[in-house]
């Protein structure tokens, strides 16, 4: 807030349908209103001009008086903020992201409302804020009854953004955010999601001029926390790997069709998404020696009620990369003998992708963890299957990482490789880095007892 408060004169542009301009500064930042008739201006200049001597603060973000911010802040509930934030948001928004911030939003929502205030029937209304008030896609289409019902009382009950300075009504948002619609509590990476969703909101409303600063800042409050780290109980050795890849050769249906789709995730150590969308044109595959698989981005199901065009499935730029960022990855020559052999058993697809179902689409999730779930039954032990090895075809990632770091990749190059950033590599795979430490501390002091050998005149051992 600020009392440095200047006026100018009306401008008058003519050509536009609001022609006059009514012009001020708040400590040197120009602010503008523009309004269709002079009548209109003057009025409009003569009442901020009266309120400023008044001796009444103007923000400088907004412009506006601070009785005018009072009231706009009074007027808009934490409903409408977290929905324009939405709507100028979507655009630029991929739709598995737009599913992540309707659910965050459809979360905390029915937790900001007055005290004792409760809907009856949570799981209607967690509905309706899901499918409808926070996804644009469906804002063309009148929602039924029972949701119509749910979100008139949402509107109504939804605290004003004024209410998010308070720290128990921040509190029982991010509660909110630790617990599923049943109570029971939800799982420690989807709450530190929505917790950021919640924050990004916050700080939109800065910028509009809701708040000084956000209000989670000064909120003493701790977000579960997250084990990021790969437990070597779950990650198979080569050994397993070769006996559960062959094992997904064997059956019957996709099984062949897999067997590559499942190599690439180990020994390229590349995401599902990156599978799916890899390219016959993206394979340098020589008859003999290494090959390269050059990566430009993965295929993401977002759902045809979040896409622009309706489609289930997104393509994507590599993972926190530009879009046209690609990532070369070199493959060892068992592997690439996999590859050709699928190619020449199964062909491409007429843009020239090497995976596809029967339909000729991606691969579905739900289609190859089917075909995973057989494969370690038919191919561990019975100690393996109970332990978790290998639970997740995602292992195969982890499996060809850590293989990496055995081998004693430079953890630099592993994480290039693996399209990660280094601080990540180090955070989900400390246990393994322990190995690869302990490597690099005996090769060290090999070194040096070599050159304390030599320093005492006795020859290298040959």
Same mark, same amino acid.
């Given at each position: ?140 289409? $009148?929602?039924? #009854?029972?949701? /119509?019902? !749910? =979100?008139?009382?949402?509107? @109504? ?5 004024? *209410?998010? $300075?308070?720290? #128990?009504?921040? /509190?029982? !948002? =991010?509660?909110?955010?630790? @617990? ?5 509590? *939800? ?8 917790? !950021? ?266």
């Amino acid at each position: 807030m600020s009392y440095n408060v200047r006026f100018w004169e009306i401008r008058e542009r003519p050509g536009r349908s609001t022609r006059f301009q009514v012009r001020w500064t708040v400590n040197g930042r120009e602010k503008s209103e523009s309004f269709s008739t002079t009548g209109l201006a003057e009025s409009r200049r003569a009442k901020l001009m009266t309120t400023a001597r008044e001796g009444e603060p103007f923000d400088e973000h907004t412009g506006l008086p601070a009785s005018e911010l009072r009231a706009i802040r009074q007027r808009t509930t934490w409903y409408d903020l977290a929905h324009d934030y939405l709507d100028q948001r979507w655009d630029r928004t991929p739709g598995n992201t737009r599913q992540t911030l309707a659910d965050a939003f459809a979360t905390i929502t029915p937790a900001l409302v007055p005290p004792g205030a409760t809907y009856p029937e949570p799981r209607v209304l967690r509905r309706a804020l899901y499918s409808w008030a926070f996804n644009k896609n469906a804002w063309d289409r $009148e929602p039924g #009854d029972e949701w /119509r019902g !749910a =979100l008139g009382w949402i509107k @109504r009950h939804s605290l004003p953004v004024s *209410a998010l $300075e308070e720290a #128990d009504v921040l /509190r029982r !948002a =991010l509660n909110a955010l630790c @617990r599923k619609l049943d109570g029971s509590p *939800a799982a420690a990476r989807t709450a530190r999601r929505k917790r !950021a969703a919640f924050n990004e909101v916050l700080n939109t409303a800065v910028e509009k001029g809701y708040f000084v600063k956000n209000p989670l800042n000064g909120i003493r409050w701790s977000a579960p926390p997250v084990n990021e780290e790969v437990d070597p109980v779950a990650v198979p050795n080569p050994g397993q790997v070769v006996r559960l890849l062959a094992a997904v050769g064997r059956q019957r249906g996709r099984g062949p069709h897999l067997e590559a789709f499942f190599g690439c995730m180990y020994y390229a150590a590349m995401r599902p998404a990156e599978v799916n969308h890899l390219r016959l044109d993206q394979c340098h595959l020589p008859a003999t020696g290494w090959g390269m698989l050059n990566l430009s981005g993965g295929v993401v199901t977002a759902g045809k009620d979040w896409t622009d065009d309706g489609a289930v499935h997104e393509v994507h730029p590599l993972k926190r990369r530009a879009a046209k960022a690609t990532r070369p990855v070199p493959v060892p020559p068992p592997f690439v003998r996999i590859l050709l052999t699928h190619v020449e058993r199964f062909g491409v697809t007429p843009d020239g992708r090497l995976f596809r179902n029967e339909a000729g689409n991606y691969v579905d999730p739900a289609a190859y963890g089917l075909t995973w779930a057989k494969a370690r039954k038919a191919a561990l032990t019975r100690t393996e299957h109970a332990s978790g090895l290998a639970k997740r075809p995602y292992d195969l990632r982890h499996a060809g990482i850590s293989f990496w770091l055995y081998s004693g990749v430079d953890p630099a190059e592993c994480a290039r490789r693996a399209g990660q950033s280094i601080q990540v590599l180090f955070r989900h795979y400390a246990k393994f880095l322990d190995g690869v430490q302990e490597q690099s501390n005996r090769l060290i002091e090999q070194s040096m007892q070599e050159w304390d050998r030599l320093g005492r005149g006795v020859p290298p051992a040959e």
